[in-house]
């Protein structure tokens, strides 16, 4: 294989570290794996793997599609749940599929109950309740119409009741108690069923968020669960895009599409094999910076497609063939997020297929 242009090295030790940290900090319960959205971007077969191999035993995931690609590597015996719940139709396939769905409305409650009692055996599921986020789940009416007639429960075995926070990242926000106190008010006028409520940033409220099942993804990932405190968990991405020219420019020149970066000195500028068709982002343009050698380069003009360019006019240790990190402990998501006006999840879940892929501790 031919050298690779970028490398995107992905520290599957450092998620499984950062589950551990989580599960400390969630003793009311479980910490599942969410793995949605390709685990953010950076896998979800091998990091699901690694996490099951820690001891994760519950799998939560957004689309029916996304579950079965994951279905052999997740035993039967460990809860593979589908947020986004049932698609009208699927429910064969889901039940020969054995996965959880998420149950967000009374059709797909009774629809999957029908199933379940034309199979003639309960089959597993959670019930949503929209606590604020309005945006999929039961409201307050139906749940009332649920606890008006029960019936289709029966048929279920209920695993968990949960709900999802519109803004834990913010504790002081007051509707992260409103939110909760709902839930415990909607959820008291139907059969009692174990409870799950806090994302990533929800474990770090404490016990306002206590339940019997955390579903944190975004610091698996070592995205900053605190945001308005240094980063509790560990970095878990390092990006590095190799050099491919480096030209010398007088000062004057302009480089880059709209020649919007003009040199004001006689300057060195490098050329790396990444661009927004890598997912980095366009809105990083006169905003980014890269790494060479642990010193700060910034970027020079536009964000191409397939190309970056950056003013390494003070770093002499960059060199044809070298690389640029763009990611990594000293450059994390959040950092890079920031300069682009965007949060890390995005940054994470854009990161592109061309990146030749990498992984530390495989399980
Ligand atoms: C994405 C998601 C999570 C995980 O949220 P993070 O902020 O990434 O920890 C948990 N629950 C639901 C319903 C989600 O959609």
Redesign the pocket.
Known sequence: MPDPSAILTIDLDAIAANWRDLAARHPSGPVAA?V?ANA?GLGAQPVTRRLLAEGARHV?V?EFDEALALRESVPRDVPLAV?HGLVAGAEAEAAAAGVVPVLNDLGALRRWSTHAAARGARLPAILQIDTGMNRLGLGRREVERLAQDPAPLAALDLRYV?T?FVASEEPANPLNREQVARFDRLRAMLPPAPTSVA???GIFLGDVAASDLA?????LYG?N?TPDAPNPMRTVVTLEARILQIREIEAGESVGYNSTWVAARPSRIATVAAGYADGYLRSLSGRGAGLVGGRQVPLAGRVSMDLLTFDVTDAPEAAPGGFIRLLGPDLPPDAVAERAGTNA?EILTSLGARYRRQYRGVA
């Open positions: 969410v949605k953010y939560f957004a947020l949960m999802h994302n990533s940033s579903r944190p993804g975004a610091a995205i669960p999840y």
